[in-house]
């Protein structure tokens, strides 16, 4: 017969994992519905959750799962209307079910979408969170989530936001009065985002990696691109930026005069060409 579970059972149970939205997700929230056709056949329609707003669905929300999900082979999609969620042969995505706890809205998430970060696991899902105010992390609000410290990379399609200072860890490169080949590697005379600083004690040269190390470091990604910049401490004798060899191009100018300070932004054109941006 059926027994009411005690409390540490109900509590290990519940659903306790939750997301916090990372931007306006009115398209990115679902619902799926049946219905019957000419033929009295059900037919089940994935589609754009017709009561979400972008008032209700703003940046900072958190979306806790209620247990539902979608599954190819046991649910199946019919008519796809959605403008964000491709399908194929009415193959769904591994969708889960989700309520909004500002809005109280529920509906269906594509949890790998770029806009849901995993939220706080440690709390079953109708405990409130401790902050009403979720409108963006703008310094009004606190619990938005957990922090990224790690000694990896950090690789983003989409833009870096933030409401504070973004920091640089530079590297302060002392080079030798000496003409000099620059390397990407943290080590020596490197470029790679570095502060290069030189007291030349004639017209020196400091000369970029071959632009194959350079494509290595930009990660082959066209657009990506990196900046240095090159004090010359000198107040007599002028520093001159070199390229590495054909496929490396420099637009602006290459000389750093006495006593100044010049930025450059080393950016991948193509595949296989960089082009380097006096800024």
Partial sequence: ????????????EASKRSYIATG???????????????????????????????AQCKAGHILKENGRKLVFGVNNIDTNTTTTLTTSGNR???L????????????FIDPNSPLFAPYSTDLPNFYDRSSTNVTAPDGSTNDMGAPVFTSGSVTAAGNIVTNSTLLLNRPLVEAADANATLVTTLT???CLNSI??????????????????LTAVLGSTVGVSFEFIVINLSGANTITIAVGDANTTIAGSTSVAVSTTA????RLATATTVIVYRA
């Fill in 1 to 12: 017969m059926p027994v009411i579970a005690n409390g540490t059972t109900s509590y290990s």
């Fill in 24 to 54: 306006v997700f009115t398209t990115y929230f679902y619902s799926y519905t049946n219905s019957r056709n000419a033929n009295n056949q059900l037919v089940y329609t994935l589609e754009q959750n017709s009561s979400a707003t972008d």
């Fill in 92 to 94: 769904p995505f591994y």
């Fill in 96 to 107: 889960v079910g989700v309520f909004d706890s500002s809005s109280m809205l529920n509906g």
């Fill in 188 to 190: 020596g005379n490197s």
């Fill in 196 to 213: 290069i600083r030189m007291t030349p004690g004639g017209t020196r040269t400091l000369s970029l990696p071959a632009t194959t190390a």
């Fill in 263 to 266: 930025r450059y932004i080393v």
